[in-house]
């Protein structure tokens, strides 16, 4: 169908919609059965058989099933048998584990997905791109991408970047009026709009006439490239770190076995034990546990409103040392009020908050009448120049656009002006806001044919432009004292944080081209709003956490200086001899001029989101780890060049959401002091099981070099090793994952990004309590096997009960960077939960008797148990007391 060809009547008709009206809940469910999902296919997921058999690729692991073949083979059926479940038990967890870093990585792709704004049976609502279908009406503005091939029905000046479709990297000139032509490629056909391209400026309305596979983009195959799975910068080390700790078992493994082998054990046996103790030392799991306690990091945040784009920006949150951050909806309500309105030469003063109708306005205390001159005018024109709406819901209004503009509709309702546009009013054009110009305009037409312009914007940007003024007495020429006097008012707002906008008008011949340059010139200007944003409450205490954290936080904001400095003021952001920087001597500074004040500025005011870029740079170069935020196109530059890309979920465009790695869901500032806080703490569990892995290990091979080294008989069997791999390692060292931050994390400074795994002692700790695990897990096989020599089997299950209590203490150890007794052990119910299904498991296989000749165990008695509670307990008491 060539859609561009047919009048938006037609297309309405062939679509069985209408503009206005949006398609109905029935409707959509018949178009999604007929079209399915607005989706490009992908590559297809891996199956479930292939990722269980993945589990058993590692060469360690083949090797000991081939191994436990032989011992089949020779007869050793019990231990083979024995062996294999063992094995199959730890790759069923293997595969649990990875389908669980997947599911997550999944919500994840769908939490981050871009969105849409459609409408349906006359409403406007956000959904996720993926649910458009054909027929939808669709609003697309600066910042978005396209969600489908649409028909456009009406532009604002819209302009769209399409070099993904026709390699062309000038923006298209958008219009909605049909085009004859036959035969046009994609780049010609100027009245479409097409899957996955940009919205560069301005908007437009559009009804959906392809989805998923049935678009332009669906049609070219090369973009069809499945993604990568990326690996970040932790699980790189990681792997390199484990190829290392690979060799040192083999080595260690060998010299066990050497050793055996030369005291005269047998060669088989000592073959099969080399390769158990190689399967359960070697870590090759540690990338994989990493993977999931990120992922379950990730699930944590989502639940605290921020979602992670970007694996690798969880590691880079604990590194972050300074903040910077959108003033407006991030640390403020985004609930604008207006509080004063500046008319006639007098300030007039607003009752009502938020986005509440009641309210009145009052002159010199008194209540003022709606009647008075130029009152009704300048609200009149705050509700045409405007995209937003005024809804009501369960008795509660809240603003369907830009919060600015929503204040302006309450202020207009409240003296009880409702929607004016229809008949006596018509919107013929509008010059987008953009944060360049720092104005809108709209071009009306009234019921009498007359043209008149409305602009509002910032006062700084209107007064230059305008030519005269109006008062109780008409209109009069703008002279210099009046300007003094309009920025006197200006001035006064702003000492009470108000932020202010100017709004102006021109009558417009109908013979002046609408898109001439001239059109914004010679303006009357008619007022000034003063309006407010109040702090959001929990910004303070998230400001004063991320300061003992060691973390600066950084307000910037287009509003004037005065109003930038009381709200950081209010919100204790910016300290006695803090500099506040403005727009205009950011472009007069050099690089080095900047990074110069840098280190003492706290707030940038009346900037643009292209000074950003400069102030990450100048942070980056002094050493700092930078969190940006942003929500307009002009901001992804700065967020993809800072450490930590931060992106507005409610406010913020698909372009700016792609180039971040963290994503706020409510758009509040202390939701990034919780990511950070977040962030912290998986790193630290990290820290935490490999911690507690390693020296699980290291007293794993020792306790068997020990006994080797000092002519002993083996103090545990094949089967035991693995037993212990499997009820140690699994569960208790995910349980860690789950643990809650420290009292302390968020007043240590931020971690240097440079720093190693074993930073900050962790490697002291693990060889120092493994080298202690391998001795006390000895000492306990000695005492009982030379009391009973002719009971090997007494011995090795002390020696193999030993050493899984030892560890299973040991882990409560590792919560704390400090000391066991520094956290109440019973906090991590998980933890806890673990410990016991693993103690559970241990007692099956000493008092069962059916498990006792499969695991080489037998009865244990109260002494014996007195002695293995000491033993064990011994390496986490003798450190207990130090921080080392």
């Not at 002091?673 to 569990?685: F, H, L, V």
């Amino acid at each position: 169908m060539r859609w561009y060809q047919l009048d938006v009547d037609r297309v309405e008709q062939k679509l069985h919609v209408t503009t206005n009206r949006g398609l109905t809940s029935k409707q959509v469910d018949e178009r999604r059965k007929q079209y399915g999902q607005n989706v490009l296919e992908s590559q297809k997921n891996i199956s479930k058989w292939l990722i269980f058999l993945k589990q058993f690729q590692d060469f360690m692991v083949l090797v000991l099933l081939a191994a436990t073949l032989i011992a089949g083979l020779l007869g050793e059926f019990i231990d083979a048998i024995a062996i294999m479940v063992i094995v199959l038990v730890n790759g069923f967890i293997g595969f649990f584990q990875e389908q669980k870093a997947e599911k997550s990585l999944d919500k994840l792709k769908e939490l981050s997905a871009p969105m849409a704004t459609v409408l349906r049976e006359e409403r406007w609502e956000k959904i996720l791109s993926k649910e458009v279908v054909v027929g939808d009406i669709i609003k697309v503005s600066s910042g978005d991408r396209v969600p489908a091939d649409i028909r456009i029905v009406k532009s604002n000046s819209m302009e769209t970047e399409e070099s993904a479709l026709t390699g062309e990297s000038l923006p298209v000139m958008k219009h909605a009026t049909a085009i004859v032509t036959d035969s046009l490629d994609a780049q010609d056909q100027i009245n479409m709009g097409f899957m996955g391209t940009l919205v560069t400026r301005g908007s437009g309305v559009g009804i959906v006439v392809g989805t998923g596979m049935n678009t332009v983009m669906g049609q070219i195959a090369s973009l069809m490239v499945s993604t990568k799975k990326a690996i970040t910068p932790l699980e790189r080390k990681l792997a390199e770190l484990g190829k290392i700790l690979i060799a040192v078992a083999l080595f260690l493994t060998a010299v066990v076995v050497a050793l055996g082998v030369l005291q005269g054990h047998p060669i088989y046996n000592m073959f099969l034990a080399g390769v158990s103790l190689a399967v359960a030392a070697i870590p090759e799991g540690l990338p994989a546990i990493v993977t999931v306690a990120l992922s379950l990091g990730v699930q944590r945040m989502i639940r605290k409103k921020a979602i992670v784009r970007k694996l690798s920006a969880v590691e880079t949150l604990g590194c972050a040392s300074v903040i910077c951050s959108d003033k407006t909806g991030t640390m403020t309500e985004n609930q604008m009020t207006v509080k004063e309105i500046y008319l006639n030469g007098e300030h007039l003063y607003v009752t009502g908050d938020g986005y509440d109708i009641r309210g009145d306005y009052f002159l010199n205390k008194e209540k003022v009448d709606p009647s008075l001159p130029n009152l009704e005018s300048m609200l009149l024109y705050g509700m045409l120049c405007n995209n937003a709406s005024l809804n009501v819901k369960k008795g509660k209004y809240y603003i369907d656009g830009d919060p600015t503009d929503g204040a302006l509709l309450v202020a207009a309702r409240k003296i009880g002006l409702k929607a004016v546009t229809g008949k006596k009013f018509q919107v013929i054009k509008e010059l987008p806001f953009d944060s360049d110009r720092k104005r809108m305009s709209v071009i009306v037409e009234d019921e009498n044919n007359m043209r008149f312009m409305i602009t509002k914007g910032a006062p700084d940007v209107l007064l230059p432009r305008s030519s005269y003024f109006i008062d109780t007495n008409g209109r009069k020429l703008l002279k210099e004292n009046d300007k003094n006097e309009f920025n006197q008012a200006i001035n006064s707002m702003a000492d009470k944080a108000l932020r202010t906008i100017a709004i102006g008008m021109k009558p417009i011949s109908r013979d002046v081209p609408l898109d001439s340059a001239f059109l914004e010139k010679d303006l009357t200007i008619i007022g000034l709003f003063g309006m407010i944003d109040p702090p959001r409450k929990e910004v303070k205490s998230a400001i004063e956490e991320c300061r003992q954290a060691g973390i600066k936080t950084v307000m910037i904001t287009g509003d004037h200086v005065k109003t930038a400095r009381a709200i950081a003021k209010n919100l204790n952001l910016l300290p006695e001899n803090g500099l506040v920087v403005e727009g205009y001597q950011l472009n007069q500074m050099s690089m080095n001029e900047l990074e110069d004040v840098i280190e003492d500025t706290y707030v940038f005011a009346r900037v643009t989101p292209e000074h950003k870029l400069k102030i990450v740079k100048a942070f980056q170069e002094k050493g700092h780890i930078v969190a940006m935020t942003g929500d307009g196109v002009n901001d992804a530059p700065a967020i993809k060049a800072s450490d930590i890309g931060i992106s507005m979920g409610i406010n913020g465009t698909d372009v700016t959401k792609e180039a971040s790695s963290l994503i706020l869901m409510d758009d509040n500032f202390a939701t990034i002091k919780s990511a950070i806080q977040e962030g912290r703490n998986i790193y630290e569990n990290i820290r935490k099981f490999i911690r507690y892995l390693l020296a699980s290990n290291v007293g794993e091979i020792l306790v068997m070099l020990f006994a080797m080294l000092l002519a002993l008989p083996l103090p545990l069997v094949p089967v035991q090793i693995l037993w212990v791999n499997l009820v140690t390692d699994g569960l208790p060292a995910m349980a860690l994952g789950l643990d809650k931050s420290e009292g302390d994390v968020m007043k240590r400074s931020p971690r240097n990004p440079r720093e190693g795994v074993f930073a900050r002692g962790l490697g002291y700790k693990i060889i120092s309590r493994g080298i202690l695990i391998g001795i006390v897990t000895l000492i306990a096989f000695m005492v009982t096997y030379q009391n009973n020599p002719d009971n090997l089997i007494y011995g090795q299950t002390v020696a193999f009960t030993t050493l899984v209590m030892a560890q299973l203490i040991h882990v409560f150890d590792c919560r704390s960077e400090h000391s066991i007794f520094s956290r109440n052990p019973f906090e991590n119910v998980y933890l806890l939960l673990a410990v016991i299904s693993s103690l559970l498991l241990l007692l099956v296989v000493i008092y069962w008797e059916p498990l006792q000749p499969i695991f080489h165990t037998t009865f244990l008695g109260v002494r014996d148990w007195m002695l293995i509670i000491a033993m064990s307990a011994l390496p986490t008491v003798l450190f207990g007391f130090t921080k080392k």
